[in-house]
């Protein structure tokens, strides 16, 4: 019998666990607000405030078709862990809707809405990210930037789905407009400004998580001294570099380009090591995150 690899496994558990996280999300923050949160899941919750009929179930009729195209139409692993994640959200907020929490839900009464949207469009962001990071996604909208993103590379997927949110949150203006008591209605920009603040938020979370969290610095050295150089480079910084020969466009002395990559830490202590040389010159470019299998300098 073939064994199942844990590595394999760990995208669902992490999807399963986002899943829970977002249904808490919208049941103890969302809902007893009066706002449309993004996407088709602020679709959901819009429906849920007109008519009662609940998130979870709205989810699933949106959701399940959206998973069955993105099986054919983007990626078979994508779409079957965002049918992972609709699945357990849908489920869990039903069971959460049942119990109520009515004491732990963040119920602002009109007053200082913007806190339950910070709250809330943090953890969403968290969400995607976590989310995005297995291949996976909330659905909804996410499947759509996805299928954009797709066929249009060079779209970045938050700004496709931030555009989109931006849509929902011109319906949320119409959507929770009041009945005055002359039978006039009244229309409130406050719901499209929170839609926008938690789109922009968990847009912004989600990005930030996807980019990752190991940021580092990437020194490009053109120099006549590579091998003293990359001497005290292993010895003080416990890095080495790449050599790539190179000829000067002016002088046409023969150099040598130094590529080295080292923490935010270590700049001060970088530079120290270049100023020593003559005729050396170097930039520096911010990298989000390194991947690889180095063996590390002991």
């Known amino acids: 019998m073939k064994k199942i690899s844990f590595k394999k496994v760990i995208p669902y558990i992490i999807t399963i666990a986002a899943a829970i996280l977002l ?13 449309a949160p993004a996407g ?3 679709v959901a919750t819009m429906i849920q405030y007109k008519t009662g009929f609940s998130i979870g179930y709205v989810s ?13 139409l983007i990626d078979r692993k994508f779409s079957i862990t965002t049918l992972v994640f609709c699945l357990v959200y849908s489920g869990v907020f039903l069971l959460l809707q049942k119990l109520g929490l009515q004491s732990f839900q963040y119920d602002a ?3 200082d809405t913007i806190y339950p949207v910070i709250l809330s469009g943090t953890i969403s962001g968290l969400v995607y990210g976590m989310c995005l990071r297995c291949n996976s996604s909330t659905g909804g909208t996410d499947i759509v930037s996805k299928y954009i993103s797709f066929k249009k590379p060079e779209l970045n997927f938050f700004w496709v789905t931030f555009i989109i949110n931006a849509l929902v949150a011109i319906a949320s203006f119409f959507v929770y407009a009041e009945v005055g008591e002359d039978g006039a209605i009244i229309y409130d920009y406050k719901p499209v400004c929170l839609c926008i603040t938690y789109s922009f938020i968990s847009m912004f979370v989600g990005n930030f998580i996807v980019k990752g969290t190991k940021t580092a610095s990437k020194f490009t050295v053109i120099t006549s001294h590579p091998d003293e150089i990359t001497a005290e480079i292993l010895e003080k910084l416990k890095h080495s570099a790449t050599q790539v020969s190179c000829v000067g466009g002016f002088s046409h002395d023969q150099k040598s380009i130094l590529l080295c990559v080292v923490n935010k830490h270590q700049i001060v202590d970088f530079k120290k090591i270049l100023a020593k040389y003559e005729g050396t010159f170097a930039f520096s470019e911010t990298i989000n995150e390194t991947y690889g299998n180095f063996i590390r300098v002991k």
């Open 23 to 35: 249904a808490f999300d919208y049941q103890l923050f969302i809902v007893e607000n009066d706002f």
């Open 60 to 72: 699933l009729l949106i959701n399940i078709p959206l998973c069955i195209a993105a099986f054919f």
């Open 109 to 111: 009464q009109g007053q």
């Open 40 to 42: 088709l899941n602020g």
